[in-house]
């Protein structure tokens, strides 16, 4: 099995020798700089030092198990990322909740459906695309934003039975933090608030 | 480690620890107009406990950690939508370790000859951006299939001991606890389920160091830290927007 470690210049694609002429390697060319090496094993494409694609067409779904070995191989005996491509069409449609199954919920890799080459080609360039753009530029990466956190501790006071606007800002005026709040004493509450609300929260 | 060929509900009582007699999902209440099939499928085809409330953040909880959100096909193909769905996955990502989509083929009305879709660049755009963001994404042709979906997502997060495994509807005086920690920002409804199960008081949790929070409301260490953070802050009456609260854009 070689999955080894294979250098992918940036910007590039290195693709199996097996693609060499085909529909989808035509397609890929001018799009992206194709490079074509020998003995990539069980990969057909690799997008980047750590990210590779392994293509299932129709007739590998309707031939059999072999690319389910294939692909247990692979995710054995790699420590890359694999994105796996599948034709999926009219015919291959009865196997996809089957594939889908082992690929992401068995195996955790990624899988996407594609209706054929010239799809998958289209896919694999918006990959490489992707894979180039700077990590801030990803609309679907969640940024740490750390505003004040003053607000939402408000609304948290104001969820105690008993304590609406004015007295949680009075509370935490007084105390400082939910901690310290809840540490209070009755006794320091009713400095505050009146008896019953301090018993209220006191209780809560 | 994922142990294949553990097909049936069955099975699950076997697992050591287990108290609940079946799988639990929560579903957030919009769900029941826009995928009534998928919870009715849920239950009776597949037997599992769909607990209905207020998620607001996902469309479904499905263990202490994977937050799984329903879009259509459609959605992922206008661009008009993508700040819309931006927003709401980097939401779930401050409140979840893991995210899956499940993309849904739209229903087309029987008579109706669908439109010849043409996957466009933009589609598979959004397909790699997902990709790269680490969000997983399954594909359902429709809600039936979605529900299958979700019960194998349970099934794995059970295994690997992250179901959800407390009550899910708590009555009386929790439920007003219930209120107070879905307030607190970044925390799920799991957690704060759990939160109301593991600890007898908010007293008890906000004296709670950070490793007891985590293992208490099952929580990640970095979230259980954030909630740490949050119960210990000293409030700042000067840093209170007016008027409040200023939505950051």
């Known amino acids: 099995v070689t999955a080894g470690s294979i250098v992918v210049p940036y910007g590039h694609v290195i693709g199996n020798e097996k693609w060499r002429g085909s529909e989808i390697a035509q397609r890929l060319q001018g799009k992206v700089r194709l490079i074509f090496e020998d003995g990539l094993g069980l990969v057909d494409f690799h997008l980047s030092n750590r990210t590779c694609i392994l293509l299932i067409s129709e007739a590998d779904l309707v031939a059999g198990d072999e690319f389910k070995r294939r692909l247990v191989r692979f995710r054995n005996g790699s420590s890359l990322r694999g994105i796996v491509i599948v034709e999926k069409t009219q015919i291959s449609d009865q196997y996809y909740l089957g594939v889908q199954k082992l690929v992401v919920l068995e195996l955790g890799m990624v899988l996407l459906p594609v209706a054929n080459q010239g799809e998958a080609s289209q896919l694999i360039i918006q990959l490489v695309r992707e894979q180039s753009r700077a990590g801030g530029a990803n609309p679907f990466v969640h940024r740490q934003r750390a505003g004040p956190a003053e607000p939402a501790v408000l609304q948290a006071v104001l969820h105690i039975p008993g304590v609406g606007r004015t007295k949680a800002l009075l509370l935490l005026q007084r105390f400082g933090s939910i901690r310290r709040l809840c540490n209070a004493p009755v006794s320091e509450l009713e400095h505050v608030v009146g008896q019953t609300v301090a018993q209220q929260i006191y209780t809560f | ?249």
């Open chain 2, 1 to 249: 480690i994922p142990v294949p060929g553990l097909p049936s509900l069955a099975g699950i009582s076997r697992v050591p620890g287990d108290h609940s007699p079946s799988l639990c999902i929560l579903a957030d209440s919009r769900e029941i107009s826009s995928g009534p099939q998928v919870i009715s499928c849920l239950r009776a085809v597949h037997g599992l406990r769909v607990q209905v409330c207020s998620l607001g953040t996902s469309d479904y909880i499905v263990s202490n950690r994977l937050a799984v959100d329903r879009v259509f096909q459609s959605e992922l193909q206008s661009p008009g939508n993508r700040n819309k769905l931006s927003q709401r996955l980097q939401r779930l990502q401050g409140v979840f370790e893991r995210i899956c989509v499940v993309v849904e083929t739209d229903r087309v009305r029987p008579g109706v000859t669908s439109r010849s879709s043409q996957r466009t660049q933009y589609y598979d755009g959004v397909l790699a951006a997902l990709v790269q963001a680490g969000i997983r994404i399954l594909f359902s042709s429709c809600q039936e299939q979605t529900a299958a979906l979700l019960k194998e997502l349970a099934l794995l997060e059970h295994r690997k001991d992250a179901a959800i495994q407390v009550p899910t509807e708590p009555e009386g005086h929790r439920r007003d606890l219930l209120s107070f920690y879905l307030s607190i920002p970044n925390l799920s409804y799991g957690a704060a389920l759990n939160l109301c199960h593991s600890f007898g008081s908010i007293t008890a949790v906000a004296n709670s160091s950070g490793a007891a929070l985590a293992a208490g409301a099952r929580l990640s260490r970095p979230q259980a830290e954030q909630l740490h953070r949050f119960l210990c802050h000293d409030f700042d009456p000067q840093l209170l927007p007016q008027p409040l609260p200023a939505k950051d854009k």
